[in-house]
Every structure is written in C-alpha cells, then in structure tokens.
C-alpha cells in the first residue's frame, strides 16, 4: 500500500472520529446546562471545561474573550477559523477520503460527503442556530452511519487496519478528555452536599456508556464511572478497549520475526495496553486521575508519532541504495530505466 493512502485512510478516520466526539460533547453539555435550572446562570462552569478539554481556552478567548455558551458551541461545531471545529474535521475528513476515492468503497465515500454537504448547508447552519440538539445527534448519526459501512464494505486487510488506527487512537485520546473535565469533582455520592451527579451522568452519556453502565453497577458511583469509562475492556468506548484495538491492528500491519525486532508502534502499544489494563482504580485515583490521563495522552501522541515515522516517512529515512548494482544491471541498458520507473510507481 502506497504510504500516502494509508496516511489518508488513517487521518479520515481520525477526522471522523474527532467530529464525532465532539458532537457528544457538545450534545452532553448542551443537556446538562438545560437540566441545571437555575445553577445555569453561571455559564462559565459549564462550558469552560468545554474549552479546556479540546484545547481551545487561547484560540476561543482571542476572539471572544467572555466565556458564552452559545458562542462556544458556534466555535466548536461552525467556526471556519477554528481548525478544531465539526465543521473543519467532517471537511479534512472528507478531503482526505477525495485524495483516495478509489480505495474506500463508493457508500463510504457518499456517507463522508453527504455528512460535509450537511454541515456547510443553509439548513445545517440555521439547525445549529435554533435546534443545537438536533444538529448533533445528525452528526453522530453520521458517525454511526460511516463506523457502520466502514465495517461492513471494507475488506480485513491493510487499509482497514489503517482505518482502525485512527478510530482507536482518536477514541482513547478523546474519552480520556472527556473523563478528564470530571477529574477535580468530588468522588462522593449524594447525599453528601459536594455531590455531583448530574456531572456524572453527563459524562456517561457523552460517551453513550448510561445503559452499559447500568449493567454494571446499579448506583451512580464516581470511582466506578471512572473504572468503566478507564479500565473496562468489554466496552467499545472505554480507553481500554481502543488501546487494545490500536494494539491489534498495529501488530497485523507490522511483521516482525521476533521480540528484538519489534516495531516502535507495537512495541509502545503493547506497554502502554499492560499498563492500562493491569492497573486498578484504587491506583489511579492514588496516583491522580488527571496525572494519569495526562501521562496516558503524552503516550498517544508519541505513538501517533511512530506510526508516521514508520509507514509515512519511512523510505525517505532510509540511505540511498543502488539499484543498478542491486540487481546486477549494467548502468546505460535498457533494463536500468525500466526498473526506475517501477520502482517509482511502487514508492
């Protein structure tokens, strides 16, 4: 596979998967500052938490200074100058999906565009400006629609295997986030007063794990939200299980004949999937719920980082090799330019 599909295929996802997490953000705390009542008059707390979980505390109040609900959700779901935004990720997705139209399957490439169709619409614009709710869930059931053809049209081989890569790294960055803006609330339950459970719950739904939740523990318990949402590998959104998934796919896109050989992605997933998985809660929250998710976030970046490095870049690490004298070809033969031109169409 040529490196520039597969940095395509890996980033559409990627792209996909960031839109999508944002909408449940978003869709979340647009919910939870309804359902607060009268605690709602300070908007601050509610959405500063927003801003601090993507990123954008710097960008937002350089050009908006106070923080405002309604303007922080046009900057994360519509603003055309934050690269952030639903609006600019469904568009790098989908730009990334033109650059390989002819490795993704035609329903994949339909879902991506009509999905970016619908977000730089009049309808889309005017949705978000009057119905927030509504312009969400038809982001996400965007993102279900994409997961779902991605599954069902798309062969076991490498390019799903790149697509997987996005997806799972994304998704553990994106819920250890989430997780994240919750980890300075207390850990008791109600009815001690600095309770909160409509935090709790929030956060739950944003990541669509109230109902799986609820099979596992029939209380609202904080320290059992966060071992479900950290630690609980059955569950498809839990950073354990997009580790283990980003593990997976690693180890069946790298061949490797033994353990001195090891890739640097398989081998920095592998720990990191070891260290995730063996860790109990009593050690987190010991350690420090935000230290470890900031650990856990600087172990992802270095691994996406390998991943470039390794099916990206690279050849162009790699020394310069003879061809000519590779393959036993007298220089000037007419044989010599025939191999430079299939070796260029194979780069």
């Keep these: 596979m040529l490196s520039r599909v597969a940095d395509s295929l890996y980033w559409a996802a990627r792209y996909m998967e960031r839109a999508d997490n944002l909408a449940r953000l978003l869709l979340s705390t647009h919910?939870?500052?309804?359902?607060?009542g009268a605690e709602s008059s300070d908007e601050a707390q509610f959405w500063s938490p927003v801003l601090m979980t993507t990123g954008d505390e710097k960008s937002y109040a350089a050009r908006h200074g106070e923080i405002e609900g309604h303007k922080v959700a046009e900057f994360l779901a519509l603003d055309q100058e934050n690269p952030n935004s639903i609006l600019n990720?469904?568009?790098?997705?989908?730009?990334?999906?033109?650059?390989?139209?002819?490795?993704?399957?035609?329903?994949?490439?339909?879902?991506?565009?009509?999905?970016?169709?619908?977000?730089?619409?009049?309808n889309g614009i005017s949705m978000h400006r009057h119905q927030q709710a509504t312009f969400y869930e038809r982001v996400l059931r965007g993102s279900y629609q994409f997961q779902g053809i991605v599954t069902s049209t798309t062969p076991r081989g490498k390019g799903w295997h790149f697509l997987r890569l996005g997806a799972c790294i994304e998704r553990a960055d994106a819920t250890s986030r989430l997780i994240d803006t919750c980890s300075t609330l207390s850990h008791e339950v109600p009815p001690h007063p600095d309770a909160q459970p409509m935090r709790w719950a929030a956060l739950l739904r944003s990541c669509s794990a109230w109902h799986a939740y609820q099979e596992y523990h029939n209380r609202l318990v904080p320290t059992k939200v966060l071992e479900y949402l950290l630690l609980e590998e059955s569950f498809p959104r839990s950073v354990?299980?997009?580790?283990?998934g980003l593990k997976k796919s690693l180890m069946s896109l790298c061949e490797y004949q033994s353990e001195d050989s090891m890739p640097e992605p398989v081998r920095l997933s592998g720990r990191l999937y070891a260290d995730v998985v063996y860790s109990t809660i009593g050690e987190i929250l010991e350690r420090g719920v935000h230290e470890f998710i900031d650990e856990l976030q600087g172990r992802l970046n270095e691994i996406g980082q390998t991943i470039f490095e390794t099916f990206v870049v690279y050849a162009d690490l790699l020394p310069p090799v003879d061809e000519t004298a590779?393959?036993?070809i007298q220089p000037g033969s007419w044989n010599t330019s025939?191999?430079?031109?299939?070796?260029?169409?194979?780069?």
Excluded: M, P
């Design 31 to 36: 919910e939870l500052f309804l359902d607060a």
């Design 89 to 122: 990720c469904i568009r790098a997705a989908r730009e990334n999906a033109r650059t390989i139209r002819d490795q993704i399957s035609d329903e994949v490439w339909g879902c991506i565009n009509d999905l970016r169709l619908f977000v730089d619409s009049a």
């Design 240 to 244: 354990a299980n997009s580790i283990a």
């Design 326 to 328: 590779r393959l036993g």
């Design 338 to 347: 025939k191999s430079g031109e299939s070796q260029t169409q194979h780069q």
